[in-house]
């Protein structure tokens, strides 16, 4: 297919807010793609692989630059002149390609979607010396080749930053409206579930036969997205949501780990997607010694302890195990960690998403031979009672954990979904999990630092802003995250700059306390936080599963009625 009718199709979705418009205008095209040019639907999503590949474009906005200015013959000077002015580096790529057709004769080649991706997918393979010149080297080539609009999206699809207002869901109802008549929005959605994989799902989809989607199953070693949970304020709330009896957990304090294991291959996976099989040895033997079964998947809390008074401790300071690449002997033993098993989405070749979770927990007690600070099931109670709800809660507490969970024993296991058959219930102390979209660089001692940043929740697909956190952040890099230290870790996320502003690129999840949430016209998101402070990165979270405008509406009734009633 010729990139130029992909890129006209953004077009048409960037130029409509409307979700229906969307889907309406997706399922015509969709219509249009055959078996051959699968992948777009990779590229619907500003991507060239499946969510569950960890290899990404990866194109920073210094190196996105030089080769604007090397395709267009433009100096790298007036390049960044012009992104400082329309803050948009798509937008740059777009008027200076058009400038320099106007200027030349236009190119006789003609790009094709196969190209954008062939090129693409060698840029997260190249390493080593002279890698950054055979990287502009391989964008030059595609800008070289491209038309105004052509250079604009894959200017944006190199920095992640495509903007064109869709995600997974939209995609899900145009494969439906397209090829079920509105009619199969499950069965995709479950097909999604299993593989993680659109351009597989599409294939079967564009058939037209339900029981095709039906055919694809869980694949051990292929990571899908974790089911999340709503909150709730009181035990009371809970059980009004979930239903009596209802199984009630500890909400550990620590980072989500996925397990699978096959014969004698174990994989672990983030909540992101993440493959850290290498980061944690010591959970493959466990796994090993410890679960019976030759496979199955499980959904587990790996939580950090002291070694010498075996108290729990809090998920930053085991945080960093998740990155490591080298020297895991010496930080296993300096930060080890007990894994805390809760669910079980596959066993012996069969899914469980679709089993009730009563039967899944049940399951999962016979499997897993409990080893303190090794591996346990997580620790539950089944009960209709709140004073007895209320006393485990107040254990979970006194044993250094967030709070607990309360699961309703009738659901089945829904990947990536925020359910309300889930809840999560913490003292009230009023914390969110938000993204950083934007910044200001500081003065005086401050400068050359962001040392002012904004911040988003998410609402289905996008980044609405919801205010800026200045405070709780370290001057010193060993103190903590500092300054400088996060800085240097949004520099490359930079899409705009204006001045001393900036936009970000929403790839890193921070929690924040506040002193309440306010009503705002200045913010996207119609709220502002009250006196935010950072408290937290939070690396095992993907922006997707930052805290929600639906939870921020209903944190701010819930506040307005504590104001109005005590």
């Known amino acids: 297919m010729k990139y130029l009718k992909l890129a006209e199709l953004y077009e048409s979705l960037s130029a409509t807010t409307k979700r229906l418009e969307k889907i309406e205008i997706l399922s015509k095209f969709l219509k249009e793609v055959n078996e051959s040019d699968r992948e777009i639907l990779y590229l619907l999503l500003g991507d060239i692989y499946p969510e569950y590949n960890e290899k990404k474009i990866g194109i920073s906005s210094q190196l996105a630059i030089k080769a604007i200015s090397k395709s267009t013959g433009t100096a790298k000077e007036k390049v960044v002149k012009e992104w400082k002015s329309i803050g948009d580096l798509g937008k740059v790529a777009e008027k200076l390609t058009k400038n320099k057709r106007q200027s030349t004769l236009q190119s006789n080649k003609s790009l094709s979607t196969e190209k954008v991706l062939e090129n693409m997918k060698k840029l997260p393979e190249l390493e080593g010396k002279g890698t950054v010149d055979k990287k502009i080297s391989l964008i030059t080539e595609l800008l070289a080749s491209a038309s105004p609009i052509e250079a604009l999206y894959l200017t944006r699809t190199l920095i992640g930053d495509l903007r064109i207002g869709i995600q997974e869901s939209t995609i899900r109802e145009a494969m439906n409206k397209a090829f079920f008549k509105g009619e199969a929005s499950e069965k995709i959605q479950d097909a999604i579930n299993k593989t993680n994989d659109l351009a597989v799902v599409f294939d079967l989809a564009r058939k037209g036969d339900e029981k095709d989607l039906g055919k694809l199953h869980l694949e051990i070693g292929k990571p899908i997205k974790v089911m999340l949970a709503e909150k709730a304020k009181t035990i009371k709330e809970?059980?009004?949501?979930?239903?009596?009896?209802?199984?009630?957990?500890?909400?550990y304090d620590g980072f989500r780990l996925l397990i699978h294991k096959k014969g004698e291959k174990v994989f672990l996976f983030t909540r992101r997607l993440e493959n850290v099989t290498k980061q944690f040895p010591e959970v493959i033997d466990y796994i090993k010694k410890y679960v019976k079964g030759d496979s199955f998947i499980l959904d587990s809390e790996a939580v950090g302890f002291d070694k010498k008074t075996k108290e729990y401790k809090p998920f930053q300071s085991v945080s960093q195990r998740i990155k490591r690449k080298y020297d895991i002997e010496k930080i296993k033993n300096e930060l080890?960690?007990?894994?805390?098993?809760?669910?079980?989405?596959?066993?012996?070749?069969?899914?469980?998403l679709h089993e009730p979770f009563k039967k899944r927990t049940e399951l999962i007690r016979k499997l897993i031979e409990n080893h303190p600070y090794k591996i346990i099931h997580?620790?539950?109670?089944?009960?209709?009672?709140?004073?007895k709800a209320e006393a485990f809660y107040k254990q979970a507490l006194k044993d250094r954990q967030e709070g607990v969970m309360m699961k309703n024993l009738d659901a089945p296991y829904e990947p990536g979904r925020r359910v309300g058959n889930m809840l999560k219930i913490?003292?009230?102390?009023?914390?969110?999990?938000?993204?950083?979209?934007?910044?200001?660089?500081?003065t005086g001692k401050r400068s050359g630092w962001v040392s002012s940043f904004i911040l988003s929740c998410y609402a289905d697909g996008k980044y609405l802003e919801i205010g800026k956190v200045g405070t709780g952040f370290k001057e010193k890099e060993e103190e903590g995250v500092s300054f400088k230290g996060l800085t240097e870790k949004i520099k490359p996320l930079i899409t705009e700059e204006k001045g001393k502003n900036v936009k970000i690129k929403p790839k890193i999840v921070v929690s924040v306390t506040y002193q309440e949430i306010q009503k705002s016209p200045t913010y996207s998101s119609g709220f502002a936080l009250r006196f935010p402070r950072f408290t937290a990165l939070r690396p095992d979270k993907s922006p997707s599963e930052a805290t929600t405008l639906k939870e921020v509406e209903k944190d701010f009734e819930k506040q307005k009625r504590n104001w109005l009633y005590g």
């Open 238 to 251: 809970g059980f009004e949501t979930v239903g009596k009896p209802c199984a009630i957990e500890y909400k």
């Open 336 to 352: 080890p960690i007990e894994i805390n098993v809760f669910d079980i989405l596959y066993y012996e070749g069969k899914s469980l």
């Open 378 to 387: 997580s620790k539950q109670i089944i009960t209709d009672d709140e004073k």
């Open 426 to 442: 913490k003292p009230e102390e009023r914390d969110l999990d938000l993204v950083i979209t934007g910044g200001e660089y500081g």
